[in-house]
T-cell receptor
Framework: TQLLEQSPQFLSIQEGENLTVYCNSS?????LQWYRQEPGEGPVLLVT?????EVKKLKRLTFQFGDARKDSSLHITAAQPGDTGLYLC????????????FGTGTRLLVSP | DADVTQTPRNRITKTGKRIMLECSQT?????MYWYRQDPGLGLRLIYY???????NKGEISDGYSVSRQAQAKFSLSLESAIPNQTALYFC??????????????FGPGTRLTVL
């Protein structure tokens, strides 16, 4: 069974601080996605990374895929209260069906 | 209007009752999924369907069944609910032609409590 571990599980910070969330596995991903889920809503896709070493930016969010495609990180610069939510990574470990395996999630709270 | 809708949004039921959760989508996607979310466990796949005639078990299908009534509708049933099925349930869709990496679109979720 492939497992995706996210850390930290919970993060509470003040507005304006920077943070990094990690997603790790012992297996190689063919690709990896990051989702954000707000209370009372379903997860919403933020980004997909495919190539080892790839870096993608979405405004203040920077996503990086590890060179060996076993890990990924999400860095938020100058966090804002609107960034509050549950961040989920989801990996595809093989081609074919492309079943998504979700990480355990990181709950972020940004206080004004 | 939401592309993926789920009904009901909240449900409280008793052990042993039969429950149906419904999902409808207007995205025109062939693939649909049912997940459950529990604190600290992320999202786990219950069932998935590639089209009306293709239904497959996910990693935690025991105690659940599904019906794909049409391309746009995918229902999840709990034949005899038990307390450890208390969770947040999500329906999702994807389009293998549009999303090369099976990117998924989620409904708002159904919060189910089994007493």
């Amino acid at each position: 069974t492939q497992l995706l571990e996210q850390s930290p599980q919970f993060l509470s910070i003040q507005e304006g601080e920077n943070l990094t969330v990690y997603c790790n596995s012992s297996s190689v991903f063919s690709s990896l996605q990051w989702y954000r889920q707000e209370p009372g809503e379903g997860p919403v896709l933020l980004v997909t990374v495919v190539t080892g070493g790839e870096v993608k930016k979405l405004k203040r969010l920077t996503f990086q895929f590890g060179d060996a495609r076993k890990d990924s990180s999400l860095h938020i610069t100058a966090a804002q209260p609107g960034d509050t939510g549950l961040y989920l990574c989801a990996g595809i470990f093989r081609t074919g069906f492309q079943k998504l395996v979700f990480g355990t999630g990181t709950r972020l709270l940004v206080s004004p | 209007d939401a592309d993926v809708t789920q009904t009901p949004r909240n449900r409280i039921t008793k052990t042993g009752k039969r429950i149906m959760l419904e999902c409808s989508q207007t995205k025109g996607h062939d693939r649909m999924y049912w997940y459950r979310q529990d604190p600290g466990l992320g999202l786990r796949l219950i069932y998935y369907s590639f089209d009306v005639k293709d239904i497959n078990k996910g990693e935690i299908s025991d105690g659940y069944s599904v019906s794909r009534q049409a391309q746009a509708k995918f229902s999840l049933s709990l034949e005899s609910a038990i307390p450890n099925q208390t969770a947040l349930y999500f329906c999702a869709t994807s389009d293998p032609l549009a999303g090369a990496h099976n990117e998924q679109f989620f409904g708002p979720g159904t919060r189910l409590t089994v007493l």
